[in-house]
Nanobody, 122 residues
Framework: QVQLVESGGGLVQSGDSLRLSCAAS????????MAWFRQAPGKEREFVAA????????SYTDSVKGRFTISRDNAKNTVYLQMNSLKPEDTAVYYC???????????????WGQGTQVTVSS
């Protein structure tokens, strides 16, 4: 079993930056594909970014390319989401997710965190 705990959310202004962290329990972190999803009020949960177990490959949804960076530290069992140039439309609850196997942008992740709120004011 893998438990995921997100942190780092908050209220910021448009153009600001935030770094989200997701700490994972267990000794299998370095074998897991990790991802970030987000869900805005009244909308479906959507894929944001993902990273392979080694960190050698990443994937992003188009709306965050060039602004967000996903990274991981396998020694610390932690995955990060650096968010720059934040916009009001980035406001959402951000969820960390983990799965075995290949990098994916769909909902086929096995483990999910509880989420952390990010609010961007204009």
């Amino acid at each position: 079993q893998v438990q995921l705990v997100e942190s780092g959310g908050g209220l910021v202004q448009s153009g600001d930056s935030l770094r989200l962290s997701c700490a994972a329990s267990g000794r299998t972190f370095s074998s897991l594909v990790m991802a970030w999803f987000r869900q805005a009020p009244g909308k479906e949960r959507e894929f944001v970014a993902a990273i392979t177990s080694s960190g050698g490959s990443t994937s992003y949804t188009d709306s965050v390319k060039g602004r967000f960076t996903i990274s991981r530290d396998n020694a610390k069992n932690t995955v990060y989401l650096q968010m720059n140039s934040l916009k009001p439309e980035d406001t959402a609850v951000y969820y960390c997710a983990a799965r075995w196997g290949l990098l994916s942008s769909d909902y086929s992740y096995t483990y999910w965190g509880q989420g952390t709120q990010v609010t961007v004011s204009s």
